[in-house]
């Protein structure tokens, strides 16, 4: 019988975690206004704002227009995902990419105004170097500040805890090797995605090749390629329960989630609505701080992780997979291994 | 699906891990056309010889339940699950009569005398 969804939410992460991106915010947004400033004297009247699909720049605006616009959207937006990070408690995943949207926006906008020094024409400003650099900005900030503010360590589940009453569990001796193998459940053909996929890739570097502005819509194309790759992993992902815990493979090489036995307190089943609980499908954060891999509606395979947020596998045959956990974390911590049969 | 192996069992492990498989397809917890995980895979999870896993891909196979496809590994073939139950009932009677000293003769004339 799945168990109800409902659980205390995730605790906050250590302050840290919103402080550092906050900070990074701040000196992109104060950076970008500065270095603007400071060279307001060799910027022409008219600045070059926005470019039609061809990369030729079709929009123009004052100093004191780009400097409100650019502060706004590179305070704004980044400090908006901040936001939903904190109320999603997801910090750990969402500070960073506030902190790599903020140094993104903040290359392009700033960046792409600063470039326009002493330009006669401002009709002939170019983005396509500012959107490559912004992009690779986005990334690289991105990252290091996951580096800075991923958790370090693990808490170990508490040994000798008991499971749950109706926790399944399975009825073999001591001396029987247990292992579960399987896959997510798949809502649609995986044809689909792929197939969506492509044709946005296709789509964007036909455009650039119609535009002759190859150069500006490849990075958006091998965006594309990244998410719809990556979905699609998440799709066709491979999941294994054994002594080494349980671990998600996308095609079955991608690691999408390792989940060691010591840090899991007990397995259950749970009924999921991928849309209605994580706002999406694929690998997610909830809204209540838990995270999963839900690729259907129905039943899923719950683990309760110590001093950590619940993790949510949409899996093939979830009751014989809670069962095959709550059976090896018995064995790993030493809690007593012959039980009621799942 | 579920593996289970016993060492201390009196059935081969190759046998328990066809086993498996067979309540696997009998409880209908793969699906035809499904792709089983490598032999190198399950031996991994379970700390048994890749060859044991082979072996017991092998059998299956023989039974009809699989097919083995170079480059694609072990893919569920079965159309008859009832068949797989009977195999897996046939295997734990052996496994059963072989524990008490019962020859697989007298196994045969008991079952045609049941029949």
């Known amino acids: 019988m799945p168990t109800p969804r409902g659980h205390q939410p995730a605790e906050l992460a250590p302050a840290h975690v919103t402080l550092v991106p906050l900070a990074v915010i701040a000196a992109c947004v104060g950076g970008g206004a500065a270095l603007l400033w400071s060279v307001r004297d060799e910027l022409p009247t008219q600045i070059a704002t926005h470019w039609d699909a061809a990369g030729r720049a079709d929009g123009f605006s004052t100093l004191t227009e780009v400097l409100v616009t650019d502060v706004a959207f590179t305070t704004v937006m980044p400090l908006a995902l901040l936001g939903l990070g904190l ?66 360590t693990r808490p170990a589940a508490e040994p000798g805890l008991s499971l749950p009453p109706g926790a399944p569990v399975l009825a073999t001796p001591a001396t029987t090797k247990v292992a579960w193998t399987g896959s997510l459940r798949r809502p649609v053909n995986t044809l689909v ?7 946005l890739v296709l789509g964007s570097v036909a455009l650039g ?20 790759g990556f979905l699609y992993a998440t799709i066709e992902a491979r999941v294994t329960i054994d002594a080494g815990g349980v671990r998600a493979r996308g095609l079955g090489v991608v690691p999408l989630a390792t989940i060691p036995l010591s840090a899991i307190e007990n397995a259950t089943l749970a009924h999921v609505d991928p849309l209605r609980d994580f706002g999406g499908w694929g690998l997610r954060g909830g809204f209540d701080g838990s995270w999963g891999l839900v690729t259907a509606k129905g039943d899923a395979l719950r683990l309760e992780r110590a001093g950590d947020s619940p993790y949510y596998l949409t899996v093939t045959d979830a009751a014989a997979a809670a069962a095959a956990v709550n059976t090896l974390i018995g064995r790993h911590s030493g809690v007593g291994e012959d039980r009621s049969s799942s | 699906m579920l593996w289970q192996v016993d060492p201390s069992a009196p059935q081969p492990l190759y ?18 056309g499904e792709r089983l995980p490598s032999a190198k895979d399950v031996a991994a999870s379970l700390d048994v010889n890749p060859h044991t896993v082979l072996r017991a891909y092998q059998l299956v196979r023989d039974e009809g339940l699989i097919e083995l ?11 008859h699950p ?34």
């Open chain 1, 193 to 199: 995605p792929l197939g969506l996929g492509g044709v």
């Open chain 1, 209 to 228: 090749v119609a535009t002759g502005a190859l150069a500006l819509w490849l990075p958006t194309a091998a965006i594309f390629a990244a998410v719809f």
């Open chain 2, 69 to 79: 496809r170079r480059g694609r590994g072990a893919i569920v073939t079965a159309s």
């Open chain 2, 15 to 32: 046998e328990q891990l066809a086993s498996s498989v067979r309540r696997a397809v009998a409880e209908e917890s793969v699906a035809v």
């Open chain 1, 87 to 152: 109320a999603m408690r997801q910090t750990r995943v969402l500070g960073p990419t506030s902190g790599g949207l903020a140094a993104f926006l903040a290359v392009l906008l700033f960046g792409g105004a600063f470039a326009q020094r002493g330009i006669e024409a401002p009709s002939s400003a170019g983005v396509d170097l500012a959107l490559w650099l912004a992009y690779a900005a986005g990334i690289l900030v991105g990252v290091s500040l996951w580096l800075v503010t991923r958790r370090r």
């Open chain 2, 82 to 115: 009832g068949r797989g139950r009977v195999a897996t009932l046939v295997s734990e009677l052996v496994a059963e009569a072989s524990r008490v000293g019962m020859g697989r003769d007298d196994l045969a004339r008991l079952i045609q005398k049941g029949t």
